[in-house]
């Protein structure tokens, strides 16, 4: 079955310190994906997403994350973490139609 | 402005209590779905529809009904609700379902189950 892995549940930064969270998934065709953020107490919103072209996407908030195709990753990334950046991160990969999420990652941004 | 709207946004209810959690999009969208998300376990996709009179069960479909017989309206029913389901429930629609668009998503619903 596909699946999509985010290896770390819980990370704890300082304010300035550089993020990468993992992301791997098991399909191996045609896929998209996406990086959607959760602010505490909010719905979910894109942050970022892949369909074709330079594997390095950039999205909103200074985030950016790079698909590698040989590793099945799509980890996102942002040079210098705010306090703001406090929420939870889940990936989502697509082939044909179905939507497949990883169990996310709570981030903790301490001040 | 375009949105995914749900209610309540909080409900409280005993077992066996059927309820209807609403979710109207403004957006023309054919693909609509719900998930639940409970902690460490992400989201699940609880059912989809990929329109009008078109719907299919994800992966937790136990426990729940779905309708869709106007494109903007997909409500959840749970006809005899467990403290099982206890859950942020969420509602997401996109343009279709095959192509690059990505999903928007309601507030979210927050369940209790006693």
């Known amino acids: 079955a596909q699946s999509v892995s985010q290896h770390n549940h819980h990370v704890i930064l300082s304010e300035a310190a550089s993020l990468e969270l993992g992301c791997n998934y098991s399909?191996?065709?045609?896929?998209?994906l996406f990086w959607y953020v959760q602010y505490p107490g909010q719905h979910l919103q894109l942050l970022l997403k892949?369909?074709?072209?330079d594997p390095l996407v950039k999205g909103i908030k200074g985030f950016e994350a790079e698909f590698i195709k040989s590793k099945f990753s799509f980890n996102l990334r942002k040079p210098s973490v705010q306090w703001s950046d406090t929420a939870e991160y889940f990936c989502a990969v697509r082939s044909n139609y179905q939507l497949i999420w990883g169990a996310g990652t709570k981030l903790i941004i301490k001040p | 402005e375009a949105q995914v709207t749900q209610n309540p946004r909080y409900l409280i209810t005993v077992t066996g209590k059927k309820l209807t959690v609403t979710c109207s999009q403004n957006m023309n969208h054919e693909y609509m779905s719900w998930y639940r998300q409970d902690p460490g376990l992400g989201l699940r996709q609880i059912y989809y529809?990929?329109?009008?009179?078109?719907?299919d069960k994800g992966d937790v479909p136990e426990g729940y009904k779905v309708s869709r017989k106007e494109k903007r309206n997909f409500p959840l029913i749970l006809e005899s609700p467990s403290p099982n389901q206890t859950s942020l429930y969420f509602c997401?629609?996109?343009?279709?379902?095959?192509?690059?668009?990505?999903?928007?998503f309601g507030n979210g619903t927050r369940l209790t189950v006693t």
């Open positions: 529809s990929m329109n009008v009179e078109v719907t």
């Open positions: 997401a629609s996109s343009l279709r379902a095959r192509d690059n668009s990505p999903l928007h």
């Open positions: 892949y369909f074709s072209g």
């Open positions: 399909y191996g065709g045609t896929v998209n």
